[in-house]
């Protein structure tokens, strides 16, 4: 039997970093006089950290030199890492372990996929690097979603074929991504949202064994 790489996004998918993302953003766009909600946020889903500033700044309609903009990025990004500092376990997003779990025993690849560039603490404190054969992170490339970039190179150091990887992603972009990439692509989160997906699931606790199956074989 093809072994098969299974490829996690990790914000919205593994974690629940999105509401610490949300919160750094939405302090920089108070401080800059304009106004985010949580439904201007849906549109940052895996986009860029320096396009999500680009998006806000667009909302305020305000024109930022380089100087500023990079000077704006440090600043969100070491508010969101004051958020990490206290992660553990209890982030992780209901029956994910379980999931990694039997996929491992199952002697199956495990990668991660991620724009973000706090992945590898990330998962260190959450204590599930164990499970990963291959981290590609937004350290590693440079190209966004829905570029496939970031699935391809993670495919690619597990030494499988496009066709034997499946994605997870919550975002549209994730999507897409994978599906250009000629991968299986599982949407996690809404349906409506993600109906690009081959597969849907409201989270992983809709994932059962005998689907984990369908996918390994």
Not at 2 to 19: P, Q, Y
Not at 109 to 130: D, Q, V, Y
Not at 173 to 181: D, K, S
Not at 201 to 208: E, G, L, R, S
Request: proline share 2%; no cysteine; glycine share 6%.
């Amino acid at each position: 039997m093809t072994k098969k790489a299974f490829i996690f996004d990790l914000d919205g998918v593994i974690v629940d970093t999105a509401k610490y993302h949300f919160l750094a953003w939405q302090k920089l766009a108070n401080q800059l006089g304009i106004e985010f909600t949580h439904e201007h946020n849906e549109g940052l889903k895996g986009v860029s950290r320096v396009r999500s500033l680009e998006i806000i700044l667009e909302l305020g309609k305000i024109q930022a030199s380089e100087e500023d903009k990079n000077k704006w990025l440090i600043q969100k990004n070491e508010e969101y890492l004051s958020y990490l500092v206290t992660m553990d376990e209890k982030e992780l997003l209901p029956d994910v372990i379980r999931v990694l779990q039997y996929l491992k025993d199952k002697n199956q690849f495990i990668a991660l996929g991620s724009a973000s560039k706090n992945a590898r603490p990330i998962l260190e404190k959450t204590n599930i690097m164990h499970f990963f054969d291959a981290i590609i992170d937004g350290n590693d490339v440079s190209n966004a979603k829905p570029d496939p970039e970031v699935f391809l190179r993670a495919a690619q150091l597990v030494g499988v074929t496009n066709e034997n990887a499946i994605v997870f992603e919550d975002s549209v972009a994730g999507i897409q991504a994978a599906n250009i990439a000629n991968m299986t692509s599982v949407g996690i989160g809404d349906q409506s949202v993600l109906h690009e997906a081959k597969y849907n699931f409201k989270d992983f606790t809709f994932i059962d064994e005998a689907t984990l199956d369908k996918l390994i074989h």
